[in-house]
């Protein structure tokens, strides 16, 4: 599960049913579940019944969620080095992005999605990044300009900070800002639901971003913060603090 956080760059059937508007959170709980026990299988799982829901009840909310999902399955697949799997999964999602962009209501998220995307295939093929990574960085200007207060948007924003080269314009304290601004946007949103696992990743990538910077304070202030929100979440709870703990004293 860890590898989820640190390569990219998250199902309650009645919550799904009512085709919502965008700007409503319908963030799956058996996905969510999974994340907080790193087990994928119930992922899985999750991604089954929200492709299943989505086949009988075609609803723009249910295919962001389904999307998000294989977002963050993707991520951790591309992160565990099989590639072949990987390829799939990322071929999933870029299906699902463009199914996603049939509704012009999560135009910001369709767009900050295909910046995620452009960072998946260079996963696959680093030798790439000379042809894609131009190409994210014209993309993430398309997220913006669609989305600049969607917090979506500003987690790829942080990401392509944190990865693209100094002279790109890339660095730490450029992403961690940008992190900062996701959770700020998540929490101004009064219909975030305590199922969003995104919300949660993002604050273990700020922490995890503030350590690599040598912030152990803040850094240590983030795993707790995702503690307190989620106490069962198995890997900050059981690696992430623990470890940090050592370093500080």
Known sequence: MRRILKIIFVLIPALLSASPSS????????IYKGFLAGDMQL???????????????????????????RYGYAGFLLGT???????????????????????PGYRAETEAFRVALLGFRMGLNPAKAVTLGP???????????????????WIEKANSEANMPAFAGGSNEKAAASFREALRLYETDRGLSDCNWR?????????????????????????????????????VKDELLPALEKKIK
Do not use: H
């Open 43 to 69: 992922w899985g799982k999750g991604i089954k019944e929200l492709q299943d829901l989505y086949n009988r009840e075609p609803a723009a909310c249910t295919m962001y969620t389904l999307t998000e999902a």
């Open 81 to 103: 080095g099989n590639k072949d799997v990987a390829k799939s999964a990322i071929d999933a999602f870029e299906k699902d992005i463009e199914l996603l962009a049939g509704y």
């Open 23 to 30: 700007g409503t959170d319908c963030s799956s709980c058996v």
């Open 199 to 235: 919300y949660l990743n993002t604050i273990v990538q700020l922490g995890q971003l503030l350590e690599e910077m040598k912030d152990l304070k803040g850094a240590r202030e983030a795993y707790l913060r995702a503690l307190k929100r989620a106490p069962d979440f198995q890997w």
């Open 135 to 153: 190409k994210a960085l014209k993309q993430l200007e398309v997220a913006l300009e669609a989305g600049g207060n969607n917090p979506a948007v």
